[in-house]
């Protein structure tokens, strides 16, 4: 079953007061993965463009219902834009699989629904937040009061469009901010739906700004914005370290930076259920194609079964079904974009030539259109030190390691990023004593991935990133605190 790609409407501009905005300057050509077929020419937005976005969420703060009324209002329009956005999930999720790497009906049926839960899960907090009485001597009254910072500017990555902008806007809006949010270039069409469905369920105009551009102009302008309180980013490591830079020397913004990731798998041979096993991990590096922060991209396996989980993992690979995003029927994604598959295949062929052996895959996938499909593949063979190993590739490529003791297997864990890691045994104090060791923010044992349990917040260690996404630490990290101590006469 199909949908006609071309039929969908495409919502373009920038999205400042409410309404979409067009503007004569700079574009960049936005094309589809699935056949890389131009979809639009996207505006730029200038210094001017970042400036009117920044100060109409700065008035739309300091003067509407959003921070001033009581906060059950915040929560009331909350709520009723996630239930817009479950009623729209057709136009929305057709929207969304056009425009991005996602199958229409994984939109359709997971990121749409975890969008919308998403978003209720934080609409609870906008009336429950409250502060502290301190213990001070009888004449003092001492208060932990906490604050909006007025301004978040988000910023988003292109791989899962609609949930990633949700994610970081949620939390934002929940604790009384506006927002001014810079989609990815390359996915930039879908927030602007989210956000006229945000004025239809009544969220006041200028809360929910979005301004459009590349990351080295417009993301960086919105950065260094003096108007802007905090950042929420979700990108690379490398745009991490340029936020952070951008941050210092702008006035000190707060960070929140979900960065990239190369996470283990680690599978002991005790484990009971191998067919399992292989159906986590192959979905783990299979799904969107790879392109997951948390893909659980490194095997580490216990020699021991290493042969049969591999046979295993193999064929779940050749049941793929690789097609446009616009097809039912499809459940492998394309990549990005041409130059990403060029990156990743450019990793494959170095790592082939530096020793590794290839067990499936390993080049380009071929279909009827020009899509940059890529064939699952999995690398044995390959050093820690190795590139294939040590940087993120975000693509379907598995690599595999094996050990024959437990330290062994942990100490084959150490990487330079720490976002998360699986653990599989029938073993408790096995999986204890890993999860103690491993240095990543979340640990997955007997299962892999993101669950829709959004009390569990989800942030790196080390050069995975600073801060959480989702659970009660993203409202708090979108607020800060306020001690007042009043002295008073007995
Ligand atoms: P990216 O860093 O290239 O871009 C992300 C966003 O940052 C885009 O909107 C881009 O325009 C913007 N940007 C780029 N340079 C900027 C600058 N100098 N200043 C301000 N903004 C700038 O990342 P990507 O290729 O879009 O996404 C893939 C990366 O995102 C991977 O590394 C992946 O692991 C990571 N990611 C992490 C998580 C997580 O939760 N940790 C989730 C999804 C993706």
Redesign the pocket.
Known sequence: MYFDPNAVRIPNGHFIDGRLIQENGNTLIVRRPADNAIVAELPIANANTVDQAVQNATQAYETTEWSMGAPRIRARLLRRWADLIEANKVALGQLEAVTSTRPVRDVIEIDIPYAADCIRFFAEFADKLGGEVAATRADHLGMVTSEPYGVVAA??????PIT?AITKIAPALAAGNAVVL?????TPFSALALAELAIEAGIPTGIFNIVQG???VT??L??RHPMVGKIS???????GE??MT?SAQSGIKPVTL????KSPQLVFSDVPDLDRVARAIAASFLNNAGQV??AGSRLIVQRSIEAPLLDRIIALTKAIRPGPTWATTTTYSPLISHPHMERIDGIVKRAIAGGASVLTGGGRLSTVDDGAYYQPTILSGVRSESEAVRE?I?GPVLTVQSFDDEDDGLALTDHKYG?AAGVYTGNINRALRARRRIQAGTIWVNRYGRSADFIIP???YNN??IGK?LGRQAVEANLRHKSTLIAFDE
């Open positions: 910023i988003a990555p292109w791989n899962f990633q810079k989609p990815s270039e390359m590349t990351g080295a993301g960086d919105l950065c980013f979700t990108g690379s490591t490398r745009t340029a936020i951008a979900e960065l990239g990731g922060c948390v993120e975000f976002l989800t942030g790196g995975s990133g996404d």
